[in-house]
């Protein structure tokens, strides 16, 4: 049977649906007894459930498992009427293996996904029709459409196609085929997907507004990259956004985060800069956080939009990291007094949780490096931006210590000054009872 995608999908849900809720008893009902706001706890367990559905449900093609379990080296999620083309480009025989699946697919529709070699309409296209005969069979054919008027005649198409066949189940139908792209066809191409409602056994026209009229985009197998109708500005559109992602994250993560945490450190030590320090550091965070959260809403589009082309420990990094950076800016809502006697512990918590966002943002972004490929000029700025931002602060950390001792040795000579009266000559110098006169001792 085919592994249906949304069934998988609801099941995974359900699970995490379970852990959370034994999750409330072992950890939010403590919390609460703590003294912390209910509805700061429970915002935050909404965001984390709803990034953790948001990761199970971020890509749908990708996690595909085929029946006959066939494999495909690329995957891409086609924008409308929930089609999804998997395929396989093998450059040394010219030839395309695909498997086009429909899905929310009916009995009384027939579908067919082609592509046109001379334009990016629907005219011209070689396509392949699939559909389930009135006697339950199901039919595949290619035909070539020449005109809008179309029935869908079978014929040959322009190029070699071997291996058709096509399966429906769960409301699901796939086209299993092989295209020779020795005639001209070319590796980047126009795409066209198309669906529409049967009389009898023969295909009628499908509607021309709406979904319809927008399913037709380009398809370059060879970097595994789909786009919308327009030819090569889908390419440009998903390198822009892969740029914008890039710069967001390098930005936020990188960057802000990093220098946030330093004005933290060790501009509180000047005893001139409290409280502006703390504005300082909240400002840097939260907009690095906001910045973050768009570079990584970008991240997880672009995932969705090329499932065939896969970067794990990135993607895993990125959600991470987004997760905690989530429970460190709502810790700011939750953080207990200075008096309180949880306030070490929120301490403890809270320079955890930013350290570890410096340590994965910077790995991340790195590793982002490596998969954008951009001029080695970009990461060469960004290192030695770190750089300067390490030797800046172990510069400061030097200081701060100093600063540090100084103050508690004078903080001691004090207290001896003042305490028990061995600081000073006079009165209360050298020795303990020195203060002591007027016929007291």
Known sequence: MVNNHRWERIWINFRLFVRVHNLNNRLIKPLLEMGLDQRMVSLCCFMVITTMFLSTDAQ????????????????????????????????????????????????SKWVAWGINPSSPGMAG???LVAFQQSDGSIRAYTSAITGYNTQLVEEDLSFPVSDLSATYSNNEIIIFATLGLQNGTGTSMNQVWQEGQLSGNVPRAHATSGDNIRSMGTLNVVLGQSGSAGGASGTNSKTKKRNIHGVLNAISWGIMIPLGA??????????????????????????????????????????????????????????????????????????????????????????????????????????????????????????????????????????????VLKRKKAANAEKMTNGNGYGNNGTNGHYPYGGMTNGRV
């Open 60 to 107: 749908t093609c990708s996690n595909y498992v085929f029946a006959s379990n066939a494999v495909f080296s690329a995957c891409n999620d086609l924008p409308v009427l929930n089609s999804f083309l998997h395929y396989t480009y093998n450059p040394s025989s010219q030839t395309l293996s695909i498997a086009y699946r429909h899905t929310n697919f009916d009995s």
């Open 125 to 127: 296209s070689q396509a």
């Open 262 to 403: 330093i004005i933290a450190r060790y501009l509180r030590v000047f005893q001139s800069a409290d409280p502006a320090w703390f504005y300082l550091h909240v400002t840097c965070q939260t907009s690095a956080y906001i910045i973050g959260v768009a570079g990584w809403a970008t991240g997880i589009r672009l995932g969705s939009q090329s499932p065939g082309i896969q970067f794990t420990s990135h993607r895993v990094i990125g959600i991470i990291l987004f997760c905690v950076a989530t429970l460190q800016v709502i810790a700011l809502l939750v953080r207990p007094k200075k008096e309180h006697k949880h306030r070490i512990f929120w301490n403890i918590y809270h320079h955890s949780l930013g350290y570890s966002i410096i340590i994965l943002g910077i790995i991340n972004i790195f590793k982002g490096f490596d998969i954008l490929n951009p001029e080695k000029k970009w990461e060469r700025a960004y290192t030695a931006i770190i750089v300067i931002l390490a030797i800046v602060a172990a510069i400061l950390e030097a200081y701060t210590w100093f600063v």
